[in-house]
């Protein structure tokens, strides 16, 4: 070989490995770039994307700004989307994307009517109460449940278009957990008086397996009624699963009292009127009605009250507080209303109560003086008012069964007179009303209808 052609392998080698080194060179120095977090990320619909980052690095150096970031993902979208961060340094730009799914990841929601724990009656089967499916995208998807009915549980299952699923679970367990109930017809506190004869007024027990079982209760304890006391009555009962229970009776015997009472009932008749004067009869109790025609369909119960024994008495045609404008307008309503009495009893009443009441004060805005003037003119013609000494409270706003009644006892007490007032067109009166009259019927009060023997009641006339 000549010198000539080895200098040019040499030559040529050098330049060859020169070549080599300049592309190593420019191999090593491309830029890197590292996402952070997972390439393909999956994300509930309308939860907010945010870039885990990257970072950028060209020559040891760190050149994450000058990356570009491009492409958008729109969470209130479902969808692929996808980001892409690129960098142009060196020869060719380098490029890395990420991959975003944003998808409904939300399972719907089963929501059970009744409870979930659910205690049957051995031998029956569970009856569904109900239950709802909703779903954030879709909707109401009731009808989409599953039902599985095992013998222990139930098991409701729902899908949503995603495919994302909800459960939920009714455990089933069949024996009976619940007491039976004793009911005591007028109550766990009864007042008689001495030497009046005791006689259980009743009771009832009932269970929710069992039904009624009434004749299993046991009742036991006694009253002396020939000596002042207080005596427990009790009754047991079980039912098949042994649950028990027990009530207790307190019959108190007092010495009776002298007093008089007269019940009274405004504002009717109406909607109770019948199943108050039901009860009047039962207990052979005279009360006294003060009739309006507000509700005139039941005008036919004025004959009834009067057939019955009641005393029928005037309260007002209308109730409207315009019949204080004069006396004329208060007595064209009267006089309406005194027709309608005389056609359904057969005679005209002289017996009237003034709506309000004679101290009411609202009448002030229609005409001073209105109720002094009435009192004089209607005490001319021949009629006698009645107010009240006892209010029941069946028209103040909390008047509850029991706060009907415990009026009562707070202020009918002792001897002596006392008129109740009280409303047939009320439902809560007519509730109270049997434990009402067998309580004061305990205490020896004697009921009477208002008659011309009836000690008067008035207020302090304020207009
Ligand atoms: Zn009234």
Redesign the pocket.
């Known amino acids: 070989m000549s010198i000539k052609k080895k200098t040019l392998i040499i030559v040529c080698t050098c330049l060859v490995l020169l070549a080599l080194n300049a592309a190593f060179i420019a191999l090593l120095s491309m830029p890197t770039i590292r996402i952070k977090g997972e390439k393909t990320i999956t994300i509930n619909l309308n939860s907010e994307y945010k870039d885990a980052g990257y970072k950028a690095e060209y020559l040891g150096q760190n050149i994450s700004k000058d990356v570009k970031v491009e492409g958008n993902v729109d969470t209130s979208k479902a969808g692929t989307y996808t980001i892409t961060y690129t960098i142009n340094k060196g020869l060719v730009d380098t490029k890395v994307t990420r991959t975003i799914v944003v998808k409904d990841l939300e399972p719907p929601l089963i929501e059970l009517k009744g409870a979930t724990e659910k205690y049957l009656c051995p031998g029956t089967k569970y009856q569904e109460e109900g239950y709802t499916a909703s779903d954030n995208l879709d909707g109401d998807i009731t009808t989409d449940v599953q039902i599985d009915n095992q013998t222990d549980q139930i098991v409701y299952t729902v899908f949503d278009k995603e495919k994302n699923k909800a459960t939920a679970m009714r455990k089933l367990y069949y024996e009976d957990q619940e007491k039976p109930t004793i009911t005591l017809t007028d109550g766990e506190m009864i007042q008689i008086t001495k030497n009046q004869e005791y006689v259980d007024p009743g009771y009832n027990a009932t269970d929710n397996c069992d039904g009624s079982i009434k004749a299993s209760v046991k009742v036991g304890g006694m009253v002396d009624t020939s000596t002042l006391g207080t005596y427990k009555i009790t009754y047991e009962v079980s039912d098949k699963a042994q649950n028990k229970t027990m009530v207790t009776r307190t019959v108190q015997v007092i010495e009776p009292v002298n007093g008089v009472v007269y019940l009274t009932f405004?504002?009717g008749p109406g909607q109770y009127t019948q199943r108050i004067l039901d009860t009047l009869a039962k207990y052979n109790v005279k009360a006294t009605f003060?009739v309006?025609n507000q509700f005139s369909k039941y005008q036919n119960m004025i004959a009834q009250e009067a057939e019955q024994g009641h005393t029928v008495a005037i309260?007002?045609l209308t109730?409207s507080w315009n019949i204080y404008n004069s006396v004329d307008s208060y007595l064209n309503d009267f006089n309406q209303m005194q027709e309608i009495v005389k056609n359904q009893t057969g005679s005209y009443t002289k017996y009237f109560r003034f709506?309000?009441g004679s101290s009411n004060t609202v009448s002030k805005k229609h005409a001073t003086g209105i109720m002094t003037t009435l009192a004089q003119v209607m005490t001319e013609k021949g009629y006698i008012y009645y107010d009240w000494n006892v209010d029941s409270g069946d028209t103040h706003k909390n008047n509850t069964v029991s706060y009907i009644i415990s009026n009562i006892k707070k202020y009918v007490k002792g001897d002596g007179s006392y008129i109740i007032l009280m409303?047939d067109i009320k439902k809560n009166t007519m509730e109270a009303l049997p434990s009402v009259i067998s309580y004061l019927k305990g205490r020896g009060y004697t009921f009477k209808a208002i008659d011309d023997n009836t000690p008067i009641k008035h207020f302090k006339i304020a207009n």
């Open positions: 405004d504002d003060f309006t309260h007002t109730h709506p309000g409303h």
